[in-house]
Structures are given as C-alpha cells and as structure tokens.
C-alpha cells in the first residue's frame, strides 16, 4: 500500500514527537513492503510568525491532498496570555477540522497494566477502565455564532439534524464493533441544543436493537468517570462538553503523554495525541511521544493495516514493560531516557520483530 502522509509538527514540543511518529511508520511501512512519502507544513503559532495565518490555504492543499495527516500540537504563551489577539493557534486547529469536514472525534480512553499506580484513582477503579470518547467537532459554541464588547458576550451552541444524526450514528457504529454500550452525553435537562440530541438519540436507538443505549447528564457523566470509570463503552457528545469530559478521561491513564487520537469525516482523516504544545519542555528531549506513536497505530488501523497497528501497540507496551520512559511516567530509580531515546527503542523494536 502506497501512503501519502501530510505532517503538522506544530509548535512547543510538536517538532521533538513528531519526528519519532515519523521514525516509527517508515520502519512499519519499511517492514510491511509500504510506500510512504511525506509533506511538512506549519501550522499554529509557527505559522503565524511565518505567514500570518495558523492554516493557510496552503497547509490545507497539502492536507487535503494527502491520504492522512499526522499531527502533534499547536499553541504558544505569548498568545494565551493575551486576550485581545485576533488571530491564535487554535485557531487553526478549527480551521483544519472545519475546512476538512473532520466531524468526529474518536479518543480512546485505556490503561497501562504496568502504570496503574501512576493514576490519580485507586487501582481497582481503573484497572478495567477501556472505554472510547466520540467527540462532535465541527459544531456547538466552538462554531456558532459569537458576539463581544466590554459588556456583554455570546457564543451559540447551534446544531443541525443532519450534524447530530452522523455523529450519533459514528457512536453507534463503533458501540456494535466494541461492547455494545453506547451513553449519550447532554445537558437535556437546562439546554434546547442537548434536548434535540436526545430526541434524535431516541429516535436512531431502535436501529440498533443489539447497542444498550442509555442517556447522561454532562455532569453526572464526569462524576461517574471519575467513580466507576469501567462502566462506559463508548461515550458520545457535542463539541463543547466532549472537549472537557475527553481531557477528564486522559488523565484516567496516568499522563497525557499515553493517549493518541482519531478526527474522521468527510476529507483526509487526522491522527494525533490528546496533550498540546508543551512550550516548557520545548528542546528538553523530556516530551513523552508514546501518545504521537500510537497515533501512528489508529493511522494504520484507519486503512485496516490491523497487523502493524498491533506491532505498534506492541512495541510501546514492550517499552513500558522495559522501562523505557520518559521521566513522567518513569519508575523511582530507573534509567533516564528522553524523547528520541525511547522513540528510537520503539523503532528497533519493530525492525527487530
């Protein structure tokens, strides 16, 4: 198979991950007979600096032209801590979902065996905790319409049956691959916008008489997350609340650094890890890029490469299981090991297999 690949280092520690997510599909695709070529683009705050604007119309071409996007991360303080800038990196994170149709948001939530002791919960509440977040991404808040003077400010959550009824059915799809659960997500009970998704939900529920089907308020759903985590399957919502409750869900593992993710839809899918930029560990060779490898995992899997998905997967359990980790998730005593020394292991590993 023959891949085209679209690489968005980004800012901070984007360049330092994205180059071991790299390292690691050439070596899949050297042992599986693939082709690969790349194409960089900026994006971000890099690409303000460099261009004015964090997605150009030219990084979208080289996107949209490739067959999937490997991407890290985007954002930078001096924009953060500046509320009057009219232009930010995220900016162009919205702009690529938006431009490339990337409607769902597909964020495996797992844990590590040997990093139980690393999460924040007690061990019995997370040992069995394997659940997946799907994320609408193009609509609610993020997009509609907003309006800000000194006094007063809006954003409207707007959504669309046609918007509810594809991410829904993407919840659907992915509860009848899995344990067949499917929880709905919403604030139906205050908000005009979550009692059209339920609505819907309801309607589209009988089509899957195998899927158990139940329905959540967003905040009774973080709290069970956090009191019995093993009980989601797969967790569906809008924009909004999926951005909060998937963030709540990471850290279920033990470190951002650990969980890669899927933005799929209409044009080229996106495949990256949760965490963001970073910019304190910027150049520190201290970014754990075990997150950016698996996405690289979820990118195979995507074009059902299942067998070299797996050889990942198993080559970053067999990195933990050896200790080999970068200092966040790294055991008391045991060696260092920084960004491009793990991801290098991870790559003779594969070549080894």
């Known amino acids: 198979m023959d891949f085209k690949i679209a690489v968005l280092a980004g800012d901070g520690i984007g360049p330092e991950i994205s180059v071991q997510g790299v390292d690691v599909m050439s070596a899949v695709c050297e042992k599986f007979g693939h082709k690969v070529s790349y194409e960089y683009a900026i994006c971000g705050a890099d690409a303000i600096d460099k261009v004015g604007d964090p997605f150009s119309e030219k990084t979208f071409q080289v996107c949209k032209d490739a067959d999937a996007v490997l991407f890290s991360a985007v954002g930078d ?61 193009t609509g609610g808040m993020y997009f509609g319409e907003k309006y800000q003077d000194n006094d007063k400010a809006y954003d409207t959550n707007f959504y669309t049956r046609p918007e509810i009824e594809r991410i829904l059915r993407v919840g659907f799809e992915y509860a009848m691959k899995r344990r067949k659960h499917l929880t709905v997500v919403d604030k139906a009970n205050v908000l005009a916008s979550s ?35 093993a009980f989601f399957d797969v967790m569906v919502t809008e924009n909004t609340f999926g951005d909060i409750l998937t963030d709540e869900g990471s850290v279920i593992s033990g470190s951002m650094g650990l969980l890669p993710s899927a933005s799929t839809g209409e044009s080229t899918p996106v495949f990256e890890p949760i965490h963001g930029s970073w910019p304190q560990a910027k150049g520190l060779n201290i970014a754990n890029p075990l997150a950016q490898i698996l996405s690289v995992a979820m990118l195979f899997e995507y074009f059902d490469c299942k067998e070299e998905g797996a050889l990942i997967r198993k080559a970053v359990d067999a990195s933990l299981d050896e200790n080999v980790r970068t200092p966040e998730i790294q055991v008391a005593g045991g060696a260092k090991y920084g960004t491009k020394e793990v991801g290098q292991w991870i790559v003779e590993y594969i070549k080894k297999a």
């Open 77 to 137: 303080p001096k924009f953060d801590n500046d509320p009057t800038a009219k232009v930010r990196p995220e900016q162009g994170l919205l702009a690529m979902r938006k431009k490339l149709g990337l409607f769902a948001n597909i964020r495996p939530v797992q844990t590590f065996k040997c990093l139980i002791h690393k999460s924040p919960l007690r061990a019995e509440l997370v040992e069995n905790a394997d659940f997946i977040c799907i994320r609408e991404l």
């Open 195 to 229: 009692r059209l998704w339920r609505q819907i939900a309801q309607e589209m529920a009988p089509n899957y008489p195998e899927v158990t089907t139940d329905y959540m308020y967003v905040d009774n759903a973080a709290m069970r997350m956090i009191q019995e985590p």
